[in-house]
């Protein structure tokens, strides 16, 4: 049976777009972009900067970068290789999750999950269980 994810909402009033960047997911980065994908959620694997050029005066050009998204998902993952799922070669896995907006660089929001790495009948992977916790929350 799948566990319950923990989540903790930092900031409650933060603008929820359904926008994000990766952070961390390393080989795991396309199994929690589909899920994410599949709620409904936009993702990027990096941020798309934005240059805006002024003249501040006639001796002085001023630039400025903006950032394209407003948040980032940063995992965490710790690996139990000790609990191994003999239908699929996966093993168990505890994913920190963090919303962060990248504008403030602040955490909003935290998503912790424990299970299985990859499909291992009848347990589902942490990262559709993740998706649907942040659909949950992130409204």
């Known amino acids: 049976m799948d566990k319950s994810a923990q989540v903790t909402l930092l900031r409650q009033d933060a603008p929820k777009t359904r926008e994000f960047i990766l952070l961390g997911a390393g080989p795991y980065e396309g199994e929690l972009a589909a899920a994410l994908v599949s709620q409904g959620f936009k993702v990027r694997p990096i941020a798309i900067r934005q240059s805006v050029s002024e003249l501040e005066n ?4 001023v630039q400025y970068r ?5 948040y980032a998902l940063k995992l965490n993952i710790l690996h139990d290789y000790a609990w191994a799922c003999s239908f699929s070669g996966g093993h168990r896995v505890q994913v920190t999750m963090s919303v962060i907006d990248i504008s403030t660089n602040e955490t909003l929001a935290l998503f912790r999950q424990i299970g299985p790495d990859r499909e291992c009948p009848p347990l589902t992977p942490v990262w559709p269980l993740l998706a649907k916790e942040l659909d949950k929350s992130w409204r």
Request: glycine content about 12%.
């Open 58 to 61: 006639p001796e002085r050009l």
């Open 66 to 70: 903006e950032a394209g998204y407003r």
